[in-house]
C-alpha cells in the first residue's frame, strides 16, 4: 500500500514534506521518491530505493529554499519491482510534469500499448507512469482539465497527485478508489493518502470523493466533480493523536488490517476478473505444463499452510488433479516428492520463508513449473519460481496474519480455477465462480460489522479460559486449524485444533467443564456428523462455542456466531475474519498486545 502526499505554496519545505512523507512509511515502504518546483520554476525529481531518510541526501543544498509546491511518494511495490525506475514520481516525455499515484490501474496495459503507438517513451514497469503520459497527452495550458480528462480514460482504483512546471505553487490531486485527504494549513494546500502526517499542521481535513479533483495553492483550496462542477466537501476535525492516526483511529493495527479486508480483497480481485472471467496474465509462459500436470505439490508454513489445505480441497473438486501439501519444513526433507510432471504452488505472504525457500531450491529443478503466491514483489522467493502471484493486499503490520490470509485464499480459489479450466473445467462453471468470488468483498464487509460486536461478547465469557479445542470438518478443518493458531499466538491461550471425526480417538479425554471447544460448523455436508460431534462435547460438560452460518439451525443454547451463509468451498474466508477478531478480543482482554506478540517474528527467515 503506497502513500502519496502534496504541498502547495511558497512556505513548502522539502524537509517537512519529507518528515510528512516518512509518516506514510507505516504504510509499507521499499522506495520513495519526490518532485518539487524550484525558485526558477524547475521541475526537479529524485527517487531511491529504500526509505525516505536516503532522499535528502540525493537534493541539492539549499533544496528547501524558493520551493512552491510538492509531490512526494512511499511506495510498496505492485507492478514492477522496487527500483529507482519504478519509484515514483513519474515524469511525462517533456519533462514537465510529474505524478505519484496510489492504487491500481486495471487497464494500464491497453493504454500503455496506445500510447507507445504514439510515440511515447516509458521508463518503468509501473502501471503509474501512464498516468503522467495520459496527462501529457491531455495538457493544452489547463493542468485542472488535463488531470480530469486523464482521469477519465483509467480504470481500478487511483490517487493521484500532479505538479507541472508552469504552474508554480500548484498542486492537482484526484481520486477513485484510494483514499485521498486535503486541507489548508493557513498558507499551504496540503494532500495526502491519509492524515498521519497532515495532523500536526491542521486537524480540519476533507476526505475527497470518488471521481474529485482538487487544486491546491497557498490561497485555498478548491474540488470539481467529475463532471467539472465545483462543489463543497464536508470538513472533518480530527481529534486523533499522531500515533493513532498512523492506525487510522483502531487500537491496533491487527485489527486496523482485520477491518481492512473488504479492501485487500478487492485489491487481490482488481484487474484479474473481466466478463465474468478469471485473468492471471502470470500464468500464460506455464500454461501448457500446467496443463500437462499429474500432481500439484503444494508447500508453506503456519497461516499461509491453512490456506493450502483449503486450495487443495478445492483444487481437487474442481480440476481433477491430484493434490499433495506439506508444511515446507517437513516437506522439504522428503525424498522423491517432485518429478516432470508436477507443479509446485508455494504459499508465502513475505516470500522470505526460510524452509519454503529451501523445498523450492531443492525441488524446483525436478518439477515442471513452479508458481509463487505472495504478497511482497521482489521477495527471495520471486527469484525462486518460474512465475509469481501478487495478493495486493498492502502490508501487514501486525505479526499475526489476518488480511494477507483471506487475500491468500481469494488468489488461490482464482488460481484453482484457472488450473482447472486448463484441463476442461467448462467456461459456464468458471464464469459462475469467478462472480461468486466478485461478491466476496461485499460480503466480508457486511459481516465484519456484527463479527467485531459478537466475537468480542463470548471472548468476555471466556478472557480466563487455559484452553481451547477447535473442531472442523472439511473445508472447515483449517479454519478450525487457523483459528487455533491465531488464538495460541496473540492470547497465549493453549488452543489447538482436530478434526472434529477424530475426537473420540483420543482428544475427548481432555474435555471437561473447564476446557471449551470452539466448533467450526457451517451448514454444509458436515452439518450433520457436526451436530453429534457437539453433542458429544456437551455431554463431557465441555462448554462450546459454535461459528455457523445463517442458513444453520443449531440448538439455541451454545454461544452461537452466525456468519452470512455462502457456498461450502468459500466459508473458509467468511469465517476467518470472525476467528481472527475472536482472538483479538481475547488478546485485549488478557491485557496483550496483539501487535507484538512474544518470540514471534513476522518474517521466519531462519530454519
Ligand atoms: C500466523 C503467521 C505465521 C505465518 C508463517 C508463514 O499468524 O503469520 O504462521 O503464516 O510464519 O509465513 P509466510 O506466509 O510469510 O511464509
Not at 499515484?101 to 500503455?112: A, S
Request: proline residues 3%.
Amino acid at each position: 500500500m503506497c502513500g502519496i502526499i502534496g504541498f502547495a505554496g511558497k512556505s513548502t519545505r522539502l524537509s517537512t514534506l519529507l518528515d510528512s512523507l516518512r509518516k506514510l512509511e507505516y504504510r509499507g515502504s521499499d522506495s520513495a521518491g519526490v518532485a518539487y518546483i524550484n525558485s526558477s520554476n524547475q521541475l526537479i525529481s529524485a527517487k531511491t530505493v529504500g526509505t525516505t531518510e536516503k532522499l535528502m541526501d540525493l537534493l541539492p543544498d539549499k533544496a528547501d529554499a524558493g520551493v512552491t509546491a510538492a509531490i512526494g511518494h512511499s511506495r510498496w511495490a505492485t507492478h514492477g519491482e522496487p527500483s529507482k525506475k519504478n519509484a515514483h514520481p513519474h515524469l511525462d516525455c517533456s519533462r514537465n510534469l510529474a505524478v505519484v499515484h496510489n492504487g491500481i490501474i486495471e487497464n494500464f496495459e491497453d493504454l500503455r500499448d496506445r500510447l507507445l503507438k504514439r510515440s511515447h517513451v516509458f521508463l518503468s514497469s509501473t502501471d503509474s507512469e501512464v498516468i503522467a503520459h495520459l496527462i501529457e497527452e491531455s495538457y493544452n495550458g489547463d493542468l485542472i482539465d488535463a488531470v480530469k480528462r486523464a482521469s477519465g480514460e483509467l480504470e481500478g482504483a487511483y490517487a493521484i497527485a500532479a505538479v507541472h512546471k508552469d504552474h508554480p505553487g500548484v498542486v492537482v490531486v484526484a481520486r477513485k478508489g484510494s483514499p485521498l485527504v486535503i486541507a489548508h494549513d493557513g498558507s499551504r494546500g496540503l494532500a495526502s493518502s491519509d492524515v498521519t502526517p497532515i495532523i500536526s499542521y491542521t486537524r480540519e481535513v476533507i476526505y475527497l470523493e470518488d471521481g474529485d479533483i482538487a487544486c491546491l495553492n497557498a490561497e485555498g483550496i478548491s474540488i470539481l466533480t467529475t463532471s467539472g462542477e465545483p462543489v463543497d466537501r464536508p470538513v472533518s476535525h480530527i481529534d486523533w493523536d499522531e500515533q493513532a492516526a498512523e492506525k487510522s483511529g483502531y487500537d491496533h493495527f491487527m485489527l486496523k488490517e482485520i477491518f481492512e479486508q473488504p479492501q485487500a480483497l478487492r485489491n487481490t480481485i482488481a484487474g484479474r476478473i473481466r466478463d465474468s472471467k478469471i485473468v492471471l496474465a502470470e500464468l500464460s509462459s506455464i500454461e501448457q505444463h500446467i496443463q500437462k500436470a499429474e500432481s500439484v505439490k503444494i508447500v508453506a508454513c503456519g497461516t499461509s499452510y491453512h490456506a493450502g489445505l483449503v486450495f487443495k480441497r478445492f483444487l481437487e473438486e474442481n480440476a481433477g488433479v491430484s493434490a499433495e501439501i506439506d508444511v515446507a519444513s517437513e516437506f522439504r526433507y522428503r525424498k522423491n516428492v517432485c518429478d516432470a510432471n508436477s507443479v509446485i504452488v508455494a504459499i508465502s505472504q513475505s516470500g522470505e520463508t526460510a524452509d519454503t525457500l529451501e523445498f523450492l531450491r531443492k525441488n524446483r529443478k525436478n518439477c515442471s513449473a513452479s508458481i509463487a503466491v505472495t504478497n511482497t514483489v521482489g521477495s527471495t522467493i520471486t527469484r525462486e519460481v518460474d512465475t509469481s502471484l501478487f495478493l495486493n493486499a498492502g502490508p501487514e503490520i501486525g505479526v499475526a496474519a489476518t488480511k494477507t490470509y483471506t487475500a491468500q485464499l481469494l488468489l488461490l480459489y482464482m488460481l484453482a480455477i484457472r488450473i482447472a479450466q486448463t484441463r476442461g473445467l467448462s467456461e459456464e462453471k468458471a464464469k459462475d465462480h469467478a462472480r461468486t468470488l466478485s461478491g466476496i468483498p461485499a460480503i466480508v464487509e457486511k459481516a465484519l460489522v456484527s463479527a467485531d460486536r459478537e466475537t468480542r461478547i463470548i471472548a468476555e465469557l471466556f478472557r480466563n479460559t487455559r484452553d481451547f479445542l477447535f473442531i472442523g470438518r472439511g473445508y472447515s478443518y483449517p479454519t478450525a486449524l487457523e483459528g487455533a493458531l491465531k488464538l495460541k499466538e496473540i492470547s497465549y491461550v493453549n488452543a489447538s485444533a482436530v478434526q472434529a471425526g477424530e475426537l473420540k480417538h483420543g482428544h475427548i479425554a481432555l474435555l471437561d467443564e473447564s476446557f471449551p471447544v470452539f466448533a467450526v460448523a457451517p451448514s454444509d455436508f458436515t452439518k450433520v456428523k457436526m451436530a453429534s460431534n457437539i453433542m458429544e462435547v456437551k455431554s463431557r460438560c465441555a462448554p462450546v462455542v459454535l461459528l455457523t452460518d445463517d442458513n444453520a439451525s443449531f440448538e439455541d443454547q451454545l454461544s452461537v456466531i452466525k456468519a452470512p451463509f455462502v457456498s461450502e468451498w468459500l466459508y473458509p474466508i467468511i469465517a476467518a475474519p470472525y476467528l481472527q477478531l475472536f482472538a483479538y478480543h481475547m488478546a485485549v482482554l488478557r491485557e496483550l498486545d496483539p501487535d507484538r506478540p512474544r518470540n514471534l517474528a513476522k518474517s521466519v527467515t531462519v530454519e
